[in-house]
């Protein structure tokens, strides 16, 4: 009964922008961390950057200094703010949160469907 739903994704050429949001819903207890995996052609699927509940943040070394994570605790959703996109950023990008629902009050770990990003050069 716990979903996660993205939006944003699209296409853009390099150098440009997207912001990304992953709205979480159902019978939830609780959200702790809260973040985004992409995954591209032939290759594993990579942390792109997370938020504890407390606002703590960790992001992967490629997307450090152009990329944003933040959250809105009262909305359950996360954003992924992505600016100076390059081509090596092309992916799908998965939102994933870890959460508590009120039947089970155990951490699971939920994923959303994935966004397609392409970036043109």
């Known amino acids: 009964q716990v979903q996660l739903v993205e939006s944003g994704g699209g296409l853009v050429q390099a150098g440009g922008s997207l912001r990304l949001s992953c709205a979480a819903s159902?019978?939830?207890?609780?959200?702790?961390?809260m973040g985004w995996y992409h995954q591209a052609p032939g290759k594993q699927r990579e942390l792109v950057a997370t938020?504890?509940?407390?606002?703590?943040?960790v992001y992967a070394d490629s997307v450090k200094g152009r990329f944003t994570i933040s959250r809105d605790n009262a909305k359950r959703t996360v954003y992924l703010q992505m600016n100076s996109l390059k081509p090596e950023d092309t992916a799908v990008y998965y939102c994933?949160?870890?959460?508590?629902?009120?039947?089970?009050?155990?951490?699971?770990?939920?994923w959303g469907q994935g966004t397609q990003v392409t970036v043109s050069s």
């Open positions: 159902g019978s939830i207890f609780n959200i702790d961390a």
């Open positions: 938020i504890t509940s407390g606002g703590r943040t």
């Open positions: 994933y949160a870890d959460i508590s629902t009120w039947a089970r009050q155990t951490w699971s770990n939920y």
